[in-house]
Nanobody, 120 residues
């Protein structure tokens, strides 16, 4: 009974910017971490960035200095600001959240995915 809904993404030229947003709703007691993964055609899904409830952030090396993850803990949302985009950033981006529900169960949840395409 937890849902993650993503918005944003689209088509942009190399060097441009896009913003992804994700909102979690449902029977949420606590969001332990929220982040973003991506999957390019023919490749495995990879972690892009994550933010824990303690405020720790992680970025994969290829996006450091270009992407910024931000969370609004009160609103159960996370955003990914992507600047200086490169063609190799093209992928489907998935929101991910580690959530503890009011029933005290703890699972990972996924958004529906948002296509990001960067043209050269």
């Amino acid at each position: 009974q937890v849902q993650l809904v993503e918005s944003g993404g689209g088509l942009v030229q190399a060097g441009g910017s896009l913003r992804l947003s994700c909102a979690a709703s449902g029977s949420i007691l606590r969001i332990n971490a929220m982040g973003w993964y991506r999957q390019a055609p023919g490749k495995q899904r990879e972690l892009v960035a994550t933010s824990t409830s303690g405020g720790t952030t992680f970025y994969t090396d290829s996006v450091k200095g270009r992407f910024t993850i931000s969370r609004d803990i009160a609103k159960n949302t996370v955003a990914l600001q992507m600047n200086s985009l490169k063609p190799e950033d093209t992928a489907v981006y998935y929101c991910n959240a580690d959530i503890t529900t009011w029933a005290r169960s703890r699972f990972e949840h996924w958004g529906q995915g948002a296509q990001v395409t960067v043209s050269s």
